[in-house]
């Protein structure tokens, strides 16, 4: 056999046992958390807010906020995000400033979202008077989401064949015409994936709002941005690690993250489906 067929077999069959391994992973985890979540979840579980100390009642208030910090966060990121992506492809001359940006974007993405937590801490909390509050949750989830937007929106301009902008210029129109009419809408689909990824990754965070917007405890739903919101990941680790019953409260640990795990897949679903909508349009 030809030795560039087995070194192609090799490197499909590590490929092919790493995609199996890793769906084996998420069945048995998925498996876990329904098991040992499952019992929990009910009508009143959903919709009443925790009480005896968090061993009874439900998680409607950590519903709630968890929403909120994610869906602010991502308007928060997305205009500023594809903006500086739209400023890096069409405006900015290539040079080593250029390269600084980038290398600092990227940089970006790989800290730990504890650090921004303590930024948002000092910087929104502290230094603006924000307090722990909703907003500085939301802005400090905006940060935290900010790199993974610009990334994958810059990719997804880049991606727009050149063909399109020159057909439109050829045309008579602008510059900006050109972004706002003809490449934006064809990059939806990509900028739509940072969306996604940025959800992910903002809904599960623990570290970023524990300094900024979360709290122990709360009975009542906010009225307003100002004030703190209790938050399923951290209300995940209050009852797993500060609690007072903490071994009588395990089945509502494991019903609240089935929900965490059910709230991300549902918020995903829906971006993945304007996605596909886009897609097709185009």
């Known amino acids: 056999?030809?030795?560039?067929?087995?070194?192609?077999?090799?490197?499909?069959?590590?490929?092919?046992?790493?995609?199996?391994?890793?769906?084996?992973?998420?069945?048995?985890f998925l498996f876990f958390l329904v098991k040992n979540g499952i019992s929990a979840i009910s009508w009143k579980f959903l919709v009443l807010p925790p009480r005896d100390m968090m061993t009874k009642g439900g998680i409607m208030p950590c519903i709630v906020g968890t929403l909120v910090l994610s869906l602010g966060s991502i308007i928060v990121s997305l205009p500023l995000g594809v903006g500086a992506a739209i400023y890096l492809c069409e405006y900015a001359k290539q040079g080593k400033m250029l390269?600084?940006?980038?290398?600092?974007?990227?940089?970006?993405?790989?800290?730990?979202?504890?650090?921004?937590?303590?930024?948002?801490?000092?910087?929104?909390?502290?230094?603006?008077?924000?307090?722990?509050?909703?907003?500085?949750?939301?802005?400090?989830?905006?940060?935290?989401?900010?790199?993974?937007?610009?990334?994958?929106?810059?990719?997804?301009?880049?991606?727009?064949?050149?063909?399109?902008?020159?057909?439109?210029?050829?045309?008579?129109?602008?510059?900006?015409?050109?972004?706002?009419?003809?490449?934006?809408?064809?990059?939806?689909?990509?900028?739509?994936?940072?969306?996604?990824l940025s959800i992910s990754r903002v809904a599960g965070e623990t570290a970023a709002i524990m300094y900024t917007a979360a709290v122990f405890y709360s009975p009542h739903l906010p009225t307003s941005i100002f004030q703190p919101v209790m938050a399923l990941p951290y209300h995940i680790y209050v009852l797993a690690t500060a609690g007072t019953n903490i071994d009588k409260t395990r089945p509502l640990q494991y019903g609240t993250a089935l929900v965490l795990v059910g709230l991300?897949?549902?918020?995903?679903?829906?971006?993945i489906m304007i996605r596909s909508k886009k897609q097709a349009k185009n």
């Open 99 to 196: 390269r600084i940006i980038r290398l600092g974007i990227n940089n970006l993405a790989g800290v730990p979202s504890i650090v921004f937590g303590l930024f948002g801490l000092a910087f929104f909390a502290t230094y603006l008077h924000f307090k722990v509050s909703i907003l500085t949750g939301i802005l400090t989830l905006g940060l935290l989401s900010l790199p993974v937007i610009i990334g994958t929106s810059e990719e997804a301009i880049r991606s727009v064949p050149d063909t399109y902008k020159e057909a439109s210029i050829a045309l008579g129109a602008t510059k900006w015409q050109t972004i706002y009419k003809i490449i934006l809408p064809s990059a939806i689909p990509g900028i739509m994936t940072g969306v996604i």
């Open 264 to 271: 991300i897949f549902l918020m995903n679903f829906i971006a």
């Open 1 to 28: 056999m030809d030795i560039k067929k087995i070194k192609e077999n090799i490197v499909f069959w590590v490929i092919k046992s790493a995609a199996f391994l890793n769906l084996l992973a998420l069945t048995i």
